[in-house]
């Protein structure tokens, strides 16, 4: 069956540092990966989208990988910031045809001052 | 605010009660979404919706049952619920069929509504 694995440890980094969270699936080919991040109590927000012919992605101070290969997203935070902890999910996506989301259960990303 | 609300916050009921979840879109968004997420779980889709038409429903109980009379509303009517079913319940919504590619694809969530089943 399809299978999304995230760090299920939190992940703790000083502040200014560049955090990094993994994002591995097994047993299917997604088109596209997106990356959500939510916050205690609130429902995830979207953050960037990837399609799998697309390696890297960028939006600020955030960067998105994605190596088909090994079936491995990597996300990147540079220059982390105590108002980046929160928890960050990944969720794969089939191609047209489906509305099949896939979600990681999330990594929680603490940024220590 | 993302654009989508949902009601009530929290709710807590019986095993044999009945209630409603409410959801609203105000971003003009033709399909829409109920996740279930659980502690320590990951998201589960449960019923999508298009332009009111139901596109999917994931196995989910029959004792959860979906309404959206328009696009901008959804529903989710619970009834005879188990303790297990205590979670967030999350709704959703995306532009399924104008705009960007990547406008297509993502979701708006609302802020959830946390149940407890006694």
């Known amino acids: 069956s399809q299978k999304i694995e995230q760090n299920s440890e939190a992940l703790n980094i000083q502040e200014g540092k560049t955090a990094t969270l993994t994002c591995n699936y097994t047993n299917y080919s997604p088109a596209y990966l997106q990356w959500y991040r939510q916050d205690p109590g609130r429902g995830p927000v979207f953050l960037l989208l990837?399609?799998?012919?697309?390696k890297e992605k960028r939006k600020e101070r955030l960067k998105v990988t994605f190596d088909t290969t090994l079936k491995q997203s990597l996300f990147h935070i540079t220059a982390s910031q105590p108002a980046d902890s929160a928890t960050y999910l990944c969720?794969?996506?089939?191609?047209?045809?489906?509305?099949?989301?896939?979600f990681g259960t999330g990594t929680r990303l603490k940024v220590l001052a | 605010e993302t654009g989508v609300t949902q009601t009530p916050r929290h709710l807590v009921m019986g095993m044999t009660n009945k209630k409603s979840l409410k959801c609203e879109q105000h971003l003009g968004h033709n399909a829409m979404y109920w996740y279930k997420q659980s502690a320590k779980k990951p998201l589960e889709l449960m019923f999508v919706y298009n332009f009111k038409e139901q596109t999917e429903n994931n196995s989910v109980p029959s004792r959860f049952s979906p309404e959206c009379p328009n696009s901008s509303h959804l529903f989710l009517h619970l009834h005879t619920l188990q303790p297990e079913d205590s979670a967030l319940y999350l709704c959703?919504?995306?532009?399924?069929?104008?705009?960007?590619?990547?406008?297509?694809?993502?979701?708006?969530f609302g802020p959830g509504t946390r149940l407890l089943v006694l």
């Open positions: 969720a794969p996506r089939r191609g047209s045809g489906t509305y099949k989301y896939i």
């Open positions: 959703a919504s995306s532009q399924d069929r104008a705009g960007t590619w990547e406008a297509q694809e993502t979701q708006y």
């Open positions: 990837i399609r799998e012919n697309e």
